[in-house]
C-alpha cells in the first residue's frame, strides 16, 4: 500500500486502528486470537478512501518573459476535492 494513494484524513484513522493491531499472533496463540486480529485489520482496512483525483483546478503563474540563463519561480495552486496528499512531479 502507498500512502498517497489514500487520503490523508483516512490514512491516519487507518495507522491509528493498525498500530492497535497484534500483527505478531502464532497458531500457538490460538484461533479466536487469531479470527479477531483478522477482523481488526480488516476493518483497519475499510477506514481507507483512495484518493480521488477529479474536479481539480490547476493554477500555474510565472513570469511572462525570461533570458535564456533565468532561474524562473513558478507558483502552483490546486483546489479541489481531494482531502489527501498531492505528488506533483516536475518534468523538464
Known sequence: ???ADYTGDSWELYE???ADCDLTLEAKDGQAALDAEVIAIQEA???????IYSNYELTITGPETAEPEDVLLFNVTAKGDNTGKVLM????
Open 1 to 3: 500500500m502507498v500512502e
Open 16 to 18: 491509528a486502528a493498525i
Open 45 to 51: 482496512l475499510e477506514l481507507l478512501t483512495e484518493v
Open 89 to 92: 512531479e516536475l518534468m523538464t
